[in-house]
């Protein structure tokens, strides 16, 4: 699949999930204002968080894919994870706080103004629409992984596309919330204790509180300066190590510059006898193999140094490499 296949897919499983939210926070709204139902007004709520963080991620894809200029001459990769963490706030904010506060008001009042019946119709019809949204995510994440010769789970913990990670995550938190609602609003029919109402309004705002601080995190690290993970960091370091001229790689460093935008920086040791038409053509052949594979890497930079004193001819020196589990693309091994 093409980069620019990705993008498409991308903004598709956005505006999906964007239309579904806000057809179900209109239902479980009405719903919620008819029943009295704490846990089907924090559902609301929760669409209605889901709604906008789609639309600010949409605008992290539109805004994050302008090309560079002579202001940004890397791009405005780095621009996708600003627009993707006020989403995680707005969620934290509007979604989890409403969820809680008003679980923990239904808690102390015990009210419920309505019958249950329109509840369990919109929890129903929200399920289905949300696990539609759920699948459509799923499949791309799928497809990624394989892409990236990964499974599923660790490209979601690893990738820089946000986008793709956020609407994952928020669409199976919407359906464990849904759940909740479902188990909350059916034991207070059950028992006529508005109790359990307002306990699962509580636990859904917890649930948003876990997305929310999952996403943010994420976000801000990307947004400070990640480098790839461990796996993607040693192949590049092969694949430089492997050039005919390379005697030593001493220092090779990475960054997500955006979802699909890498940079590679390194420290090069060439052999003494390489003449300088042969470094020259030795960097391009290093560019062309790396944009090659990984068509994410944008940038390659290599910087000739001398060798390190008492260094032996094969010993590298790199930099410390990133652990495993540090966020970027997805490694392919």
Known sequence: MSEAEVKTE???????AGAANLAIA???????LISGS???????AHSVADTTTEVLLYQALRRGARPADALHPFGYGKESYVWAFFAAMFTFVAGAGFAVTHGVTTILVHQHSG?????YIVLGVSFVIESISLARAARQVRRESRRWETTPQRFLRLTADTTVKAVFLEDSAALIGLLLAGLGVGLSHATGDEVWDGIASILIGLLLLAVAGILAS????????RAVPARLHQEIERELAGLPEVERIDTLLTMQLGPDDILVAAKVDFRDEATGAAIEATADE??????GRYPEIRYVFLDPTRSLPGAAGGARNTQARPSPDAGGEPDPT
Do not use: F, P, Q
């Not at 019958?115 to 509840?119: C, H, K, P, T």
């Open 38 to 44: 704490a846990a089907m007004l924090s559902e609301a």
């Open 218 to 225: 994420n976000n801000l690290s990307l947004l400070v300066g």
């Open 26 to 32: 209109v239902a479980k709204l009405i719903a919620g």
């Open 10 to 16: 991308s903004v598709g499983t956005v505006v999906v």
């Open 115 to 119: 019958d249950y019946l329109i509840s």
């Open 286 to 291: 290093a560019e062309r193999r790396l944009t």
